[in-house]
Nanobody, 122 residues
Framework: QVQLAESGGGLVQVGGSLRLSCAAS????????MGWFRQAPGKEREFVGS????????PYADSVKGRFTISRDNAKNMVYLQMNSLKPEDTAVYYC???????????????WGQGTQVTVSS
């Protein structure tokens, strides 16, 4: 099983940008599609986007489409979430997860990081 660790979260003002990183160990990430999820206080965890094994397919949730970009570097065992034009409603703990491409359901993803907090202040 692959172990995942997110980093790069923090406090940012409305309209700002952050790049989250997800580092993998234990197994190569090239065997997995990767997803990003988030959980805001008092809400269920929700799908943000995912990236296929080769990085050529990246579906996103409607709420982040056009603002967020997922990329991966399989040689470095890294996945990234570039977040631009951040809004207060983007405030959440962000998680990366390894699982099957095409799913948006968290129960389909078997390996999860510990999460990183993103806070967007107005």
């Amino acid at each position: 099983q692959v172990q995942l660790a997110e980093s790069g979260g923090g406090l940012v003002q409305v309209g700002g940008s952050l790049r989250l990183s997800c580092a993998a160990s234990g197994r190569t990430l090239s065997n997995y599609a990767m997803g990003w999820f988030r959980q805001a206080p008092g809400k269920e965890r929700e799908f943000v986007g995912s990236i296929s094994w080769f990085g050529d397919l990246t579906p996103y949730a409607d709420s982040v489409k056009g603002r967020f970009t997922i990329s991966r570097d399989n040689a470095k065992n890294m996945v990234y979430l570039q977040m631009n034009s951040l809004k207060p409603e983007d405030t959440a703990v962000y998680y990366c997860a390894a699982g099957p491409y095409g799913s948006r359901r968290e129960r389909d993803f078997g390996s999860w990081g510990q999460g990183t907090q993103v806070t967007v202040s107005s």
